[in-house]
């Protein structure tokens, strides 16, 4: 059911931890967001591929919607096949007709870098990253600790705010990461 969510969030490991493997043997989020976003690449041009093929069946008939259709779709293929997201080749004023494809890489992105807790309030240097890639793209990035987040849901509500105080946060990565889906 993802091609109906909204957006789509790419939670990336943004932390060293000798104890904790990786499955490519070394941290680097930007090679892993463009590794899920080929997967979605694909994924889409695939669709995209089997659509045009219909289309262009019924274009031949000299359907209308199907030629506007041929018109959107051929640009979209076009810059997947170049390695390029969707949400490059889609003019601003086909938005709503580029929405009805259900595209994975049309959706907005949200970067959710997790960091070890030491830098849940300003990032590190893996998220610095993240926050370049996501500047040029247009993306939001929300920065947040799965170690804390693990700490305070274990905590009464009425300590929570004073634990996140004594970190130097001003509320949850969950909240932040919420506020940030709103954005999109």
Known sequence: HI?????VAYVLRCFEDGDVTHVEGSVDPIRDAETVETELMLADLDSLEKRLVAAQKKAKGGDKESIALIALMEPIAAALRDGKPARTAIPADQAEAARRLQLLTS???????NVEEASAASGNAHSERVADRAAVEGARVVIVSAAIEA???QLPPEERGEFLDGLGLHDSG?????????DL
Request: net charge neutral.
């Open 151 to 153: 700490e305070v849901s």
């Open 107 to 113: 959706k907005p992105v949200l970067y959710v870098c």
């Open 174 to 182: 969950l909240d932040r990461v919420i506020r940030a889906g709103y």
């Open 3 to 7: 091609r109906e969510v909204d957006a």
